[in-house]
């Protein structure tokens, strides 16, 4: 999953963007979850193989926290009549045949270390964890750096969706946003995967729901 900066201050003239509810987010009142993977260790492991032929290779699973958080976004014409859609509560994306930004819950999730994010095509389940679990996987990361506050978080996701709804609007349309649920912690699986053939060492991280993967290390070994 590729994640993207949330878009900074850059607005058009058109159309407006009317947010509604707190700024800030209500305090965190829901425990979070535990993705289970998607990707087993044994497709994890294929992932590198294919970067890598002929590798002997060890991997380890690893979790990664993000915030999710879920958008309304609802579109209205220059006469200031809504339209709306029902959706189902659990549906990240609007049905068959109705464009983004009309009447649409749209799932978010951000980095809880980077502050980047991207609007996810799923809605997140798993096992609620305690806090200690939460709070030791904050703490497992050497990234330096400030975390973002709930705040930023929400403030990523909301232009995040705008963006996208702003790709499907027609000119002069306005869009209101509302925060359909505060930000909530998200323990996503990864998988770290290390070997190395006669000629390369390797490390790559694959991404346990989908297997999307990156290079982390990679050095040519010396030949005798």
């Known amino acids: 999953m590729r994640e993207q900066p949330g878009p900074g201050a850059d607005r ?3 159309p407006s963007d009317q947010t509604t509810g707190a700024a800030q987010p209500a305090g965190i009142t ?3 979850l535990r993705l289970t993977p998607h990707i087993t260790d044994a497709e994890a492991l294929a ?3 294919r970067k890598l032929p002929g590798a002997q290779a060890e991997v380890r699973q690893v979790i990664h926290p993000f915030w999710w958080t879920v958008l ?3 579109t209205r014409g220059i006469f200031g009549r809504s339209r709306k859609k029902s959706l189902s509560s659990g549906a990240a994306g609007a049905g068959a045949g109705s464009g983004p930004g009309v009447g649409q819950r749209m799932n978010v999730l951000v980095n809880a270390y980077s502050g980047k994010g ?7 389940i798993g096992t609620p964890v305690d806090a200690a679990v939460w ?3 904050l703490e497992a990361s050497d990234q330096a750096g400030p975390r973002p506050s709930l705040f930023e978080v929400s403030r990523t996701a909301r232009s995040l969706v705008r963006t996208k709804v702003l790709k499907t609007v ?3 349309m306005g869009i209101t946003l509302d925060e359909a649920a505060p930000p909530r912690g998200i323990l996503k699986p990864n998988w770290i995967v290390t070997g190395a053939n006669e000629k390369f060492a390797a490390t790559i991280l694959v991404d346990g729901l989908d297997s999307s993967h990156y290079i982390v290390r990679v050095e040519k070994l010396e030949q005798d």
């Open 30 to 32: 829901e425990p979070a």
């Open 170 to 172: 027609k000119l002069g």
């Open 118 to 124: 991207f609007i996810a095509d799923f809605e997140p």
């Open 12 to 14: 058009r003239e058109e």
């Open 135 to 137: 709070d030791a996987a």
């Open 72 to 74: 309304s976004a609802r």
């Open 47 to 49: 992932v590198f193989a």
